[in-house]
């Protein structure tokens, strides 16, 4: 088995755990985590597929920061609205805001 399909299945397993993750956890904090998670194995695919094929390393590395970014751009706007949510149904779970008030 060669490096670059070990480095593919370990960022399919961090893409799985993220979805599960997603699917299953009920805090909104936890979802955010889990979408952390599902970034960085696309993140990984990305530089292992760069490092070792013939394919310019730099653009998978610039590829990778642009995920990078994104990843964090991303949790800082979710973030915000956790706060919101939280301050305004006092609860971050998902079970708490799905139902409408006025």
Do not use: P, W
């Not at 991303?74 to 998902?94: C, G, M």
Request: hydrophobic share 60%; with cysteine; net charge positive.
């Amino acid at each position: 088995m060669s490096a670059l399909t070990l480095y593919q299945i370990v960022a399919l397993m961090l893409l799985c755990a993220g979805l599960f993750g997603l699917t299953q956890r009920r805090s909104l904090v936890g979802m955010l985590i889990s979408v952390e998670l599902m970034l960085n194995g696309a993140g990984l695919s990305m530089v292992a597929a760069a490092q070792l094929t013939e394919f310019s390393a730099v653009l998978g590395q610039l590829g990778t920061l642009f995920v990078m970014g994104l990843a964090a751009a991303e949790a800082t706007l979710v973030l915000a609205i956790i706060v919101v949510v939280a301050r305004r149904f006092k609860s971050a779970r998902t079970s708490d805001i799905t139902t409408l008030k006025e």
